[in-house]
């Protein structure tokens, strides 16, 4: 029998084991996608996470995914979901909005029963985490995370993985999350399915083209939109034909410690990016058009040029490109620190232009 000392330790341990055991035989269907392997990091190692923002992310190797839906949550569109990464024994991270914990509960509680990994997502999911006082952050991230804890009925079921709001990053925000111990995560893919005219067709359609090109990465969601609901069929499906492999994190504990990893995978973008390789954006180009077109935002490029690079767009920032605006609803602000010196390059071709 195995002895827990700690509360934390058990709750974590034991959703690492109903993982394993998933990935290893998936009742009902041999042909499951699974989960491959489980990745323990320790919080204190790993500020900050994900490619789209920042230089480090989860070391990864070729082909492997984390999967993590935003927002949350949200019956039906939630429990459909979940339903449907039970058929396929895959274990994700979900990130919690602290209001939407207290109104759905029983909810909370059947994610983590689930075996999934809890992090949080603030408790009211304002998208002013760049420039609101750091007082009002600090009382939507601890908000958050007491919500999530009081609908689950347990504290240590609760990682401390955080995702800002809109990817809205802060300074003041960050260290706050940090000095919490808190992994603050970004994302290394999106497939846009926030927006609202997209299709659950071409949402499934960019979440694998642009996985493909990364590799491998952290792929964002959310579990609150009908058409992302019939969009994660095909995500699975495909991932599986194209043999993606399926990774859980969660965080380590006394007793769980740490995966041994090559540190150098954590940087695998970050790298590429400095050496200006080629790198798949995990945003759609009429995105960019609408950041350009829009006069709600000024953009202060020191260059920007475009190029023809392996049949698709290259977009490359010269210098910095700073956003004086708040975005648009639902879009990402583009962070200064990643914008120096990029190509960024997409695997369409950009539609014709007139």
Known sequence: MLRCVAAVSCAFLANVLVSAAHAADCPGNPDALGTS?????DPTEHRLLGSMQYPETLPLGPKEVVITFDDGPLPPPTKQILGMLAAECVKVTYFLVGSMARAYPETVRE????????GTHSQTHPLTFHRMPI???QQEIEGGIASVAAALGDPHGVAPFFRIPGLMRADPVEAYLASRSLVTWSADVVADDWFHRISSAEIAKRAISRLEAAGRGILLLHDIHPKTVAAVPTILHELKVRGFRIVQVVPATPELPKTATDHS???FYGVRHSFNKEVNLAIGYEYLQSLVDSTRYRLNFDALFAA?????????????????HDPLPGKERLDTTLTANLIYSFTDPPPATK
């Open 37 to 41: 392997r489980t990745l323990v990091i």
């Open 111 to 118: 994610i983590f029963n689930a075996g999934h990994t809890l």
């Open 135 to 137: 007082e009002r952050a």
């Open 265 to 267: 995978l954590r940087f």
């Open 308 to 324: 023809k690079v392996s049949g698709g767009l290259a977009v490359g920032f010269a210098g910095s490109a700073r956003f004086d």
